[in-house]
């Protein structure tokens, strides 16, 4: 539900992410700004080590950009 009501305000891009691959892909191909991390299944040390990868992975651009742009803004 938070990535769902995240995604509804203008210029966010919310991704859960349980794994670091998943969170590395969140920014490499969506260019997610917003990282929603399910506690339920993620211990604190997991989620430090996503939010670390998150934030130290950079949009590839690129043939996502064209997904990208198709999101309103």
Same mark, same amino acid.
């Given at each position: 539900? =938070? *990535? /769902?009501?995240?995604?509804? #305000?203008?210029?966010?891009?919310? *991704?859960? +992410?349980?794994? !670091? &691959?998943?969170?590395? $892909?969140?920014?490499? #191909?969506?260019?997610?700004? =917003? /990282? +929603? =991390? %399910? +506690?339920?299944? =993620? !211990? $604190? *040390?997991?989620?430090? &080590?996503?939010?670390?990868?998150?934030?130290? !992975?950079?949009?590839?651009?690129?043939? #996502?950009?064209?997904?990208?742009?198709? /999101? %309103?803004?």
């Amino acid at each position: 539900g =938070v *990535a /769902i009501t995240a995604n509804k #305000h203008q210029g966010i891009r919310a *991704a859960i +992410c349980w794994n !670091t &691959e998943i969170a590395q $892909l969140a920014r490499l #191909h969506n260019n997610a700004n =917003v /990282i +929603c =991390v %399910p +506690c339920r299944f =993620v !211990t $604190l *040390a997991s989620a430090i &080590e996503l939010i670390d990868s998150f934030l130290n !992975t950079a949009f590839e651009g690129g043939r #996502h950009q064209l997904r990208v742009n198709k /999101i %309103p803004c």
